[in-house]
């Protein structure tokens, strides 16, 4: 697995490996199911959590194995958060509780109008006393980057310092102007598309996300 960092921004980097990018093209493929679609949804995401959580600090434990008793390495401080974006971003979610079983879910609720494509929140819940926690913010779709801007908006509100992005694919346009305004948090995406369309949907893209995880269309 190999990183490619942004020319521009350095805060945002594209996880390559054969295997994500077989994966990927199978995911944007309109004639999968809804079945493989969200199975493709975990295996990506698998990738790309290996590498979006490759930072995290250590510390040490004692533990006894069966022939002596040593100082083990262990995942430091509190309990990071999975915040998955409503709806698509709970497809990720599997995937990244399977790397970090203890983490914590929050949960953001965001539905682009489709006229101003403008976030709209609706929900909003993260552990008490967040701050020291490092949260893990995912959505398949980084578009016209609004939702994810609102996100990281709400966190820092919160007092969060420490937020890292997971996406599948992004589009330029969002990417440039999240990365201009947030370029504290670390992005990490499995594809850096070509362009938006006028409704804003990525190109070549892999249609409405959220749909095609739960069926809805
Ligand atoms: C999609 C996607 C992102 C957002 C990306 O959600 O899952 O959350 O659009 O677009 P943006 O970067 O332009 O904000 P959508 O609003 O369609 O809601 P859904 O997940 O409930 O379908
Ligand atoms: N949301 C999606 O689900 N797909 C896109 O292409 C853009 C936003």
């Known amino acids: 697995m190999s990183i490619e960092t942004h020319p521009e921004f350095n805060n945002f980097h594209v996880v390559k490996h054969p295997l994500i990018s077989h994966k990927l093209s199978l995911l944007r493929d309109v004639k999968n199911s809804k079945k493989t679609f969200k199975e493709l949804v975990d295996e990506i995401t698998l990738f790309l959590g290996y590498e979006a959580t490759k930072d995290l ?17 262990v995942l430091a401080g509190k309990k990071p958060v999975i915040l998955p974006i409503l709806r698509a971003g709970i497809g990720m979610v599997d995937s ?22 403008e976030p709209q929140r609706y929900y909003f819940k993260i552990p008490q006393n967040s701050q020291d926690r490092h949260f893990f913010i995912c959505d398949p779709m980084l578009a016209t980057g609004g939702s994810m801007i609102e996100t990281v908006n709400e966190l820092k509100s919160e007092g969060v310092t420490r937020i890292t992005v997971l996406c599948i694919v992004a589009a330029p346009e969002g990417v440039k102007r999240f990365c201009q305004l947030h370029p504290d948090v670390q992005v990490y995406a499995a594809s850096l598309d070509r362009q938006l369309n006028d409704h804003g ?7 409405d996300a959220g749909d095609r995880l739960f069926g809805t269309k």
Not at 96 to 116: F, K, Q
Request: hydrophobic share 35%; proline share 11%.
């Open 57 to 73: 600090p250590l510390t040490t434990q004692t533990i006894r194995t069966p022939l002596e008793t040593f100082e083990a390495p």
């Open 201 to 207: 949907y990525i190109l070549p893209g892999l249609g």
């Open 96 to 117: 990244l509780l399977t790397l970090m079983p203890s983490a914590r879910v929050g949960h953001i609720g965001l539905y682009r109008n489709e006229e101003t494509l």
